[in-house]
């Protein structure tokens, strides 16, 4: 064998190792995915009976949903939990169906539908949108795996939908054309703004269609207003211990953890790989699994949920639709930009903030600001313990305010009001290192 055919034999090899590697990620992924699937269905089968789940779902679907609106009180736990389940079953399905690979972003996706598929999403409000972006990727000529994930993400708008058919004084029929006919317009249109607003924080707010998203309900909301009907602010929110629910969801980050850490001991990877990832700013694009592997994101997903579940009991706060929806989607991001040294500070930033306010820190608003504010991971990742706390304030400050705009018909508030806080910020902590840089090399 000359050389040119040992090159050409080493090159085939590398491919199918690859090759190897992508199957094997995927595959573990998937898993992942219907693990979390069955944590959702387990507890249903101690708390609720079949009628009651399916009376649950019945509420929830004709729900207004728009935040905050805590389907453990709409449709029961059982109910809820099963609506969160199947949404992510069939967005899993989805993804398998379009042969698209497992990476750390889609993992994000499919743990935030869950998420929010306890507050605001159902199976009927959220796929008009879905059905909007398809259509959208028709026109454009564009695979629709390309845009799958602002399929999945602009289902944000899910309570416009729902608003629109459920929450204004008009014939149900008529309700349910205009509904459907708004949600694939919002969702025809995600895509293309989704794309630009990504400047306008420079990738320092990991929950960019949540920005998007902010933007389409503000303007849907305008026009609503402009012919007389206004959208009244919600706060249904589930009071009750849920111990069972507890117990699960810290078992669930438990395992995480350690059968992270279990792979990692026993593949190629390495534990320093995991520090590695720590040192990463979770600025976008960071999709951790493609890059530090699946062991070590796991480990880190685990991680983070014990973080913030932990938070959360902390401060005699309690698990309900929405703070379970805040947790899963801390877990999912932690395939994509979130770590335990990003996310913290915002997290401690939101808590000095709330002590300022009469409600404290275990109000549903500091809760969900604290959990969901660590969209802004990626700026104490990248200019410091610090400047992440003040993030994590000012976040605080915005975000129980900019709900108006949009009046809840967006689930992402925080990840509007995020936006809003990076452009903000970001030229600031960009100049002062720039000043602290000049400085030191006048000094040098």
Same mark, same amino acid.
């Given at each position: 064998?000359?050389?040119?055919?040992?090159?050409?034999?080493?090159?085939q090899q590398d491919i199918e190792e690859q090759e190897l590697e992508k199957h094997r990620i995927n595959h573990r992924s998937y898993l992942l995915v219907y693990l979390l699937f069955f944590t959702l269905i387990i507890p249903t089968i101690i708390i609720a009976s079949p009628q009651e789940i399916f009376e649950g779902l019945y509420q929830i679907i004709i729900s207004?949903?728009?935040? *905050?609106?805590? &389907?453990?009180?709409?449709?029961?736990?059982?109910?809820?939990? $099963?609506?969160?389940? +199947?949404?992510?079953?069939? &967005?899993?399905?989805?993804? #398998? #169906?379009?042969?698209?690979?497992?990476?750390?972003?889609?993992?994000?996706? @499919?743990?935030?539908?869950?998420?929010?598929? =306890?507050?605001?999403?159902?199976?009927?409000?959220?796929?008009?949108?879905?059905?909007? $972006? &398809? =259509?959208?990727?028709? &026109?454009?000529?564009?695979?629709?795996?390309?845009? +799958?994930?602002?399929?999945?993400?602009?289902?944000?708008?899910?309570?416009?939908?729902?608003?629109?058919?459920?929450?204004?004084?008009?014939?149900?029929?008529?309700?349910?054309?205009?509904?459907?006919?708004?949600?694939?317009?919002?969702?025809?249109?995600?895509?293309? @703004?989704?794309?630009?607003?990504? #400047?306008?924080?420079?990738?320092?707010?990991?929950?960019?269609?949540?920005?998007?998203?902010?933007?389409?309900?503000? +303007?849907?909301?305008?026009?609503?207003?402009?012919?007389?009907?206004?959208?009244?602010?919600?706060?249904?929110?589930?009071?009750?211990?849920?111990?069972?629910?507890?117990?699960?969801?810290?078992?669930?980050?438990?395992?995480?953890?350690?059968?992270?850490?279990?792979?990692?001991?026993?593949?190629?990877?390495?534990?320093?790989?995991?520090?590695?990832? *720590?040192?990463?700013?979770?600025?976008?694009?960071?999709?951790?699994?493609?890059?530090?592997?699946?062991?070590?994101?796991?480990?880190?997903?685990?991680?983070?949920?014990?973080?913030?579940?932990?938070?959360?009991?902390?401060?005699?706060?309690?698990?309900?639709?929405?703070?379970?929806?805040?947790?899963?989607?801390?877990?999912?991001?932690?395939?994509?930009?979130?770590?335990?040294?990003?996310?913290?500070?915002?997290?401690?930033?939101?808590?000095?903030?709330?002590?300022?306010?009469?409600?404290?820190?275990?109000?549903?608003?500091?809760?969900?600001?604290?959990?969901?504010g660590t969209a802004l991971a990626p700026i104490s990742g990248h200019y410091g313990l610090i400047s992440g706390i003040v993030a994590g304030f000012f976040h605080y400050a915005m975000v129980v305010n900019v709900s108006y705009l949009h009046a809840g018909v967006n689930l992402y508030n925080n990840g509007f009001s995020a936006g809003f806080i990076a452009a903000i =910020?970001?030229?600031?902590?960009? *100049?002062?290192?720039?000043?602290?840089?000049? #400085?030191?090399?006048?000094?040098?």
């Open positions: 064998m000359n050389n040119l055919d040992k090159e050409l034999a080493l090159h207004p949903s728009n935040l *905050t609106t805590d &389907y453990f009180v709409v449709g029961g736990l059982g109910g809820s939990l $099963v609506n969160s389940a +199947l949404i992510l079953i069939i &967005y899993t399905l989805m993804v #398998r #169906r379009l042969d698209v690979d497992m990476s750390g972003s889609i993992v994000a996706a @499919l743990f935030l539908m869950a998420g929010f598929a =306890l507050f605001g999403k159902n199976l009927y409000n959220s796929f008009p949108i879905t059905l909007g $972006v &398809y =259509l959208n990727s028709k &026109y454009t000529r564009q695979p629709f795996e390309k845009n +799958l994930l602002p399929a999945m993400y602009a289902t944000a708008l899910g309570p416009l939908v729902s608003q629109i058919t459920f929450g204004l004084d008009i014939p149900l029929w008529l309700g349910v054309v205009l509904g459907i006919c708004v949600g694939v317009i919002v969702g025809f249109i995600a895509p293309p @703004l989704a794309a630009n607003t990504l #400047r306008f924080h420079a990738g320092f707010n990991l929950y960019n269609v949540g920005f998007t998203a902010g933007l389409i309900g503000m +303007l849907a909301v305008a026009v609503l207003r402009m012919f007389g009907h206004e959208i009244p602010a919600v706060a249904i929110v589930f009071e009750n211990p849920t111990p069972v629910l507890n117990i699960v969801v810290m078992i669930s980050w438990a395992l995480f953890a350690v059968v992270g850490a279990i792979l990692i001991y026993r593949s190629k990877y390495s534990f320093s790989q995991f520090i590695e990832l *720590t040192n990463n700013s979770g600025r976008l694009v960071a999709d951790f699994i493609n890059i530090y592997g699946f062991e070590v994101t796991l480990l880190n997903m685990g991680l983070m949920g014990l973080i913030s579940t932990t938070y959360v009991i902390l401060i005699n706060g309690n698990l309900t639709g929405p703070t379970l929806g805040g947790i899963l989607t801390v877990v999912g991001f932690s395939a994509f930009g979130k770590h335990v040294k990003n996310a913290p500070p915002i997290m401690l930033g939101v808590l000095i903030a709330s002590l300022f306010t009469g409600g404290g820190p275990g109000t549903n608003a500091a809760l969900l600001g604290a959990l969901f =910020l970001v030229p600031i902590f960009d *100049t002062i290192e720039e000043a602290r840089r000049s #400085r030191q090399n006048e000094h040098e």
